[in-house]
């Protein structure tokens, strides 16, 4: 059980997560920008549910319900990321080009990457799996002071990677010498 198992790790793995239904299928992954939601904990929340523009979303009734993302009507429009109060909203496209995905997610930590940086791509348990590339930070005034950051990365590696790294200063320092 999904439950059981972020319960004794702290995080989900990506074959517990392929059973939930917030989870796209890879058929749906093929073609373009889609949300993953990992939110797997039957939570009373539905902020997801309420944003998206396109019906992608439903929690419904109870309030407790996982998420049930339709990937036919989901754009990727990535209103959902930020308005997920536990950052458990991904946005994945495969078709960034040959051999390239790109990620977006919620980044609450300063300082914020810059558009070309390089980066060290984490998966879920925090772990740096594969270096990126910053493609954009966004941060308008409807996502409440919540960046989302999108990353290319090589495509192998869009269901695992979640986040970045952030600079240590140590590193910022030998990097300018």
Do not use: W
Not at 59 to 74: A, F, K, M, Q
Not at 132 to 142: E, M, Q
Not at 143 to 171: C, L, Q, S, W
């Amino acid at each position: 059980m999904v439950a059981e198992g972020i319960a004794m790790r702290g995080y989900v793995t990506l074959e517990e997560l392929k059973g939930t239904p917030g989870c796209p299928g890879d058929e749906r992954l093929q073609r373009g920008a889609v949300a993953v939601i990992e939110c797997v904990q039957e939570i009373p929340c539905n902020p997801c549910e309420a944003v998206c523009p396109y019906g992608a979303i439903t929690v419904g009734e109870p309030i407790t319900n996982l998420p049930v993302l339709d990937g036919d009507r989901c754009c990727g429009c990535g209103l959902c990321l930020a308005a997920c109060p536990g950052l458990a909203i991904f946005l994945v496209d495969m078709t960034r080009g040959p051999g390239e995905a790109a990620v977006s997610f919620p980044f609450e930590y300063l300082p914020l990457p810059g558009a070309g940086a390089r980066v060290a791509a984490v998966n879920r348990s925090g772990d740096i799996v594969t270096e990126g590339t910053v493609l954009s930070v966004k941060n308008p005034h409807r996502n409440d002071r919540t960046p989302i950051v999108t990353i290319t990365i090589p495509r192998e590696f869009a269901m695992e990677v979640r986040g970045i790294t952030m600079p240590h200063r140590e590193r910022e320092s030998d990097e300018r010498s």
